[in-house]
């Protein structure tokens, strides 16, 4: 008797970093723009009261009318192997089975701000270099919002990560993190003070000193103030030796 072949179900990947893409079974599903939206904001905040989901999702209706247009897109959600949503109560739960790359993200941001990476690093971990900005394109207000937070704590993420590097005694992987830091938000102080510990760290003063005056010219043209007095003394105490005074131009 031949037997009867064992059909392998993978748990659903949401994408939401960089453009929505929904998968099961590795295979692309697709929803319609309600449904995106509806997916979206319970896989990010996991629990979700139907109240608040629908007054976020349609806020310019009635509460009727927009619990009803929650009642319509549930139902219009496609059947999969793996439900994606349950109901629990009054509230909608993502399901535990749904693989969510903010929340992968997010854990290894965290991991790295808290100094609980796996040491020593010997590689930059993923998506904080290069990383996507949540679901570029849409403008609603609980989408900018988490987008900002999640731009704020990669940067925390990349700004710790280098001062761990350089710890470690790996300058250049520090300054590429730093690099990703300051193109990010070209005017965030502790970025350019990241990468001028780099330079310090390989004995480059001239390089850590041309840093630091590039970065004051910035600051003096954009917003019209000076690098803070703790970003003098940091590169002070290593360069006047060599260059006798570090921050006139």
């Given at each position: 008797?031949?037997?009867?072949?064992?059909?392998?179900?993978?748990s659903p990947e949401l994408r939401l970093l960089?453009?929505?893409r929904l998968e099961c079974n590795a295979e692309p599903v697709e929803l319609c723009r309600n449904g995106q939206r509806l997916l979206a904001f319970v896989a990010l905040r996991r629990r979700v009261c139907r109240t608040v989901l629908a007054g976020t999702l349609w806020p310019e209706v009635t509460e009727d009318h927009a619990r009803g247009s929650l009642?319509?897109?549930l139902w219009k959600f496609p059947r999969v192997d793996q439900p994606l949503i349950r109901c629990s109560?009054?509230?909608?739960?993502?399901?535990e089975t749904l693989h969510v790359d903010v929340h992968a993200f997010t854990e290894t941001a965290l991991s790295?701000?808290?100094?609980?990476?796996?040491?020593p690093l010997t590689q930059l971990p993923k998506g904080l270099l290069?990383?996507?900005?949540?679901?570029?394109g849409w403008d609603e207000e609980w989408v900018l919002l988490e987008r900002e937070r999640l731009r704020q704590l990669r940067l925390?993420?990349?700004?710790?990560?280098?001062?761990?590097?350089?710890?470690?005694?790996?300058?250049?992987?520090?300054?590429?993190?730093?690099?990703e830091s300051v193109r990010t938000e070209p005017l965030r102080e502790s970025a350019h003070r990241a990468a001028v510990s780099a330079h310090l760290a390989e004995d480059n003063l001239i390089e850590a000193v041309r840093h630091y005056r590039s970065f004051r010219r910035l600051l003096r043209e954009e917003l019209g103030v000076e690098p803070s007095p703790r970003f003098a003394r940091m590169l002070a105490c290593h360069g006047m030796a060599v260059f006798g005074r570090v921050t006139p131009d």
């Open positions: 008797m031949e037997s009867e072949a064992i059909k392998v179900v993978s960089g453009h929505f009642r319509t897109t109560g009054d509230s909608l739960v993502a399901a790295v701000v808290l100094g609980c990476g796996p040491p290069g990383g996507e900005d949540l679901l570029p925390h993420a990349l700004d710790a990560l280098a001062e761990t590097l350089v710890r470690e005694g790996k300058p250049a992987l520090a300054l590429e993190a730093a690099w």
